[in-house]
Structures are given as structure tokens and as C-alpha cells.
T-cell receptor
Framework: DGGITQSPKYLFRKEGQNVTLSCEQN?????MYWYRQDPGQGLRLIYY???????QKGDIAEGYSVSREKKESFPLTVTSAQKNPTAFYLC??????????????FGAGTRLSVL | GNSVTQMEGPVTLSEEAFLTINCTYT??????LFWYVQYPGEGLQLLLK?????DKGSNKGFEATYRKETTSFHLEKGSVQVSDSAVYFC???????????FGPGTRLSVLP
């Protein structure tokens, strides 16, 4: 089955620790995205990438880092500089082009909490 | 710039009631329009889409029509069920997917 896999489903971070959230897609999509969702809130864009080895900051990139070494993978690292990391993190991917190509598809999310 | 505005929630309805969730947009060019649904603790799922003016997207009894003259894409369902309780997001895409904008979401609760 084609889709987007996020892991782990739940993650706990200690003070001063960096943690990495995994996102893998087998949809052959060019673009991948990371969003943060706080309780009862909408989505805020953290980073996105439209091509391998290139990525752009979104609206709330401070305290986060990403890499795009492979088309299928777009891991997100929540660094110790992110002082309020507790949230639900969503990864998405899309093709680039007209019509159905520009639909975003989402993973099931990772819930990050601070110990 | 590009933006999406949705009606404030939460929306609470009784089972079998008629649902409307308003969505209006501002965009440069000719956007594609989407409705996504998020069930508790899950990611977003595409509910329906429309790619050009006057297109009607439909799925699972939900419908929305792309109205260019009013820049709107309102979501409707004739008879809601308890299982429709979720958060609904309106979204647009321009520049062939390079710019994707989500609305703030509207929480729907359907009571038996």
C-alpha cells in the first residue's frame, strides 16, 4: 500500500535532549512538509522540501531542523532550543503539478511530550 | 497573499441535521480547493476537492462547490451522523502545489 509512515506514534523528550521524528513516503512525491498542531488549533508549517537536498523554512522553523537526503525520507529533529515542543506533529507529501498532483497526503502523526 | 477563512467552531448538531461549514478564500491565480477531515488523534484525510470554477467535489455524502464569483467553497451534508464528529479543514493550493494554505479548522460534534 502506498502511503506516508510516521514513527514513533508517541515520543517523550527530556530537558536538553534532541529528538528525531521519522517520516517516510512511498508515493514518489517530490514535496514533503512538516506541520505542528497544538490542542484545538490549526496547522502551522515548520519546514518543507520540494526536491532532494533542498528545504525551506516555514512559519515556525526556530528550534527545529530537517534533512532531505532521499526523496522518500524527510526526518524532523526537535532540538533543545525548542522550549515548548509538546504538540502533535504531522508530516505530509504531495506531487507538484496540476490537478490531482498537488493534493497533500498526511501521515498519522507523532505526539511529542516533554518529561 | 493567499489565505483561507472558515467559520468559527465548535459546531454542535443533532444526528440527521443539515450541515454547512463556510469557507472563503483569497488567492492569486487559480487555486485548487480542498476539504480535509481529522478524526481524534489521527492525521488529516482528504475529504473532497475541486480544481476549477463551478466544479463540485463530493464524497461520503459531503459536497462543496467551487464558487469563483464569491470566492467560496462551503461544505454541506444533508444528514449528519455521530461518526461525522471531527475537525474539518478547508485548504487551497496555488502554483501547481507549491503554495498550500490551510484554514484554522472547524470542530463538528454530532449528538445522538
Amino acid at each position: 500500500d502506498g502511503g506516508i509512515t510516521q514513527s514513533p506514534k508517541y515520543l517523550f523528550r527530556k530537558e536538553g535532549q534532541n529528538v528525531t521524528l521519522s517520516c517516510e513516503q512511498n508515493l514518489n512525491h517530490d514535496a514533503m512538509y512538516w506541520y505542528r498542531q497544538d490542542p484545538g488549533q490549526g496547522l502551522r508549517l515548520i519546514y518543507y522540501s520540494q526536491i532532494v537536498n533542498d528545504f525551506q523554512k516555514g512559519d515556525i522553523a526556530e528550534g527545529y531542523s530537517v534533512s532531505r537526503e532521499k526523496k522518500e525520507s524527510f526526518p524532523l529533529t526537535v532540538t533543545s532550543a525548542q522550549k515548548n515542543p509538546t504538540a502533535f506533529y504531522l508530516c505530509a507529501s504531495s506531487g507538484l503539478g496540476s490537478g490531482a498532483k498537488n493534493i497533500q497526503y498526511f501521515g498519522a502523526g507523532t505526539r511529542l511530550s516533554v518529561l | 497573499g493567499n489565505s483561507v477563512t472558515q467559520m468559527e467552531g465548535p459546531v454542535t448538531l443533532s444526528e440527521e441535521a443539515f450541515l454547512t461549514i463556510n469557507c472563503t478564500y483569497t488567492a492569486t491565480g487559480y487555486p485548487s480547493l480542498f476539504w480535509y477531515v481529522q478524526y481524534p488523534g489521527e492525521g488529516l484525510q482528504l475529504l473532497l476537492k475541486a480544481t476549477k470554477a463551478d466544479d463540485k467535489g463530493s464524497n461520503k455524502g459531503f459536497e462543496a462547490t467551487y464558487r469563483k464569483e464569491t470566492t467560496s467553497f462551503h461544505l454541506e451534508k444533508g444528514s449528519v451522523q455521530v461518526s461525522d464528529s471531527a475537525v474539518y479543514f478547508c485548504a487551497l493550493s496555488v502554483n501547481y502545489g507549491q503554495n498550500f494554505v490551510f484554514g484554522p479548522g472547524t470542530r463538528l460534534s454530532v449528538l445522538p
